[in-house]
Nanobody, 119 residues
Framework: VQLQASGGGLVQTGESLRPSCAAS????????MGWYRQAPGKQRDLVAL???????SYADSVKDRFTISRDNAKNTVYLQMNSLEPEDTAVYYC??????????????WGRGTLVTVSS
């Protein structure tokens, strides 16, 4: 199974981005999906998660600005990021908790997409 993220980029303060991440493979089942981010010199932190039933959770720093959603038919998760701030600059990593070929559920990570917010 591969997670392919896209939709990062360079924006100015106050602008928006909507990265997406699609899971692909032969036979898998996804439970939770989400996004983490890692700024230069910092640890990777949770941004937002969404369960297979649509229950969401967010980091306090993005709660009123970001919205996570998913399309289960497309195995894709989205992150609508509004009112972006320079502090949001980071590599954003897609995450999925899934079962591949009927095996146990484990963590999967995409390669990451860079989001840069200029002041």
């Amino acid at each position: 199974v591969q997670l392919q993220a896209s939709g990062g980029g360079l924006v100015q303060t106050g602008e928006s981005l909507r990265p997406s991440c699609a899971a692909s493979g032969s036979m898998f089942s996804i439970d939770g999906m989400g996004w983490y981010r890692q700024a230069p010199g910092k640890q990777r932190d949770l941004v937002a998660l969404i369960t297979s039933r649509g229950r969401t959770s967010y980091a306090d720093s993005v709660k009123d600005r970001f919205t996570i959603s998913r399309d289960n038919a497309k195995n894709t998760v989205y992150l609508q990021m509004n009112s972006l701030e320079p502090e949001d600059t980071a590599v954003y990593y897609c995450y999925a908790y899934l079962s591949d070929m009927g095996g146990p559920y484990t963590d999967y990570w995409g390669r990451g997409t860079l989001v840069t917010v200029s002041s």
